[in-house]
């Protein structure tokens, strides 16, 4: 038991070293990297990171509604709602927490462990979120130590991210929004071909509007559509 203990102490501790921030409560911090699985099969009493992670997933909503708001100021509420619901998704949270190796820290049970839960997107995303309504707590539910923790660690990357769309985004709709509004039309999807054998399989679709062409690749027709979707709104907004 002891060394479980010291074990603990050391996950958050290099974890407060990655964040830059000693936290008053150590235990908030240990709730934030404990998912349910692990409570159930720890011998003692131990709080998991649900309740955390329902506060967090507004923490950095409004973290990122304040470097959204800032950074484009003329820009329309439903283009501001469309980037920051793709922030803060799943895909891209998920990203985020890799860096902070979230997978590394995070006390999962066994089973889930051999299943490599700690790698699910779903988890990282949420212990990502718990790990913000943690600092949101221990500062006294004020959002100075969590945003400057945020910025610090992630703003430029995100504003770059932005830049390069390298947030995953649901280009289709995405583009579909943009040609009605500019011609009045709506994109078509065809398929050119797909390679490879039954399981691996690569879909080819092109994507044409107006005189834009454009194709992409994937692992399904979706995917595919998506990628030459995502070309397609590049240069539309070139
Ligand atoms: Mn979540």
Avoid at 65 to 75: M, R, V
Avoid at 110 to 130: H, P, T, Y
Avoid at 141 to 159: A, C, M, Q, T
Avoid at 166 to 186: A, H, V, W
Wanted: aromatic content about 8%.
């Amino acid at each position: 038991m002891k060394i479980e203990i010291q074990e603990f102490n050391d996950r958050v501790e290099s974890l407060e070293n990655i964040l830059g921030y000693q936290f008053k409560d150590k235990s908030l911090l240990l709730a934030a990297i404990t998912h349910r699985s692990f409570v159930a099969e720890y011998p003692k009493k131990l709080r998991d990171y649900e309740v955390l992670e329902f506060l967090g997933d507004s923490v950095v909503s409004l973290i990122v509604s304040e470097i959204l708001i800032k950074q484009f100021p003329d820009a329309r509420e439903g283009d501001l709602s469309q980037l920051r619901s793709a922030i803060v998704s799943e895909a891209y949270l998920s990203k985020l927490a890799k860096s902070l190796k979230v997978s590394d820290f995070v006390l999962i049970s066994r089973g889930e462990k051999s299943q490599k839960g700690e790698e699910r997107d779903s988890l990282l995303c949420d212990v990502f979120e718990a790990i913000f309504g943690a600092l949101y707590v221990d500062a006294d539910y004020k959002i100075d130590v969590p945003r400057e923790i945020f910025n610090k660690l992630f703003k430029d990357r995100v504003l770059e991210d932005i830049k390069t769309e390298n947030i995953p985004r649901d280009y289709k709709s995405l583009l579909q929004m943009e040609t009605q509004r500019l011609y009045g039309k709506i994109p078509t999807y065809k398929l050119i071909h797909s390679e490879g054998p039954e399981h691996d399989k690569v879909f080819v679709v092109e994507c044409e509007i107006e005189q834009i062409k454009t194709t992409g690749k994937g692992k399904s027709k979706k995917e595919a559509e998506t990628a030459a979707a995502k070309e397609a709104f590049k240069k539309i907004k070139e």
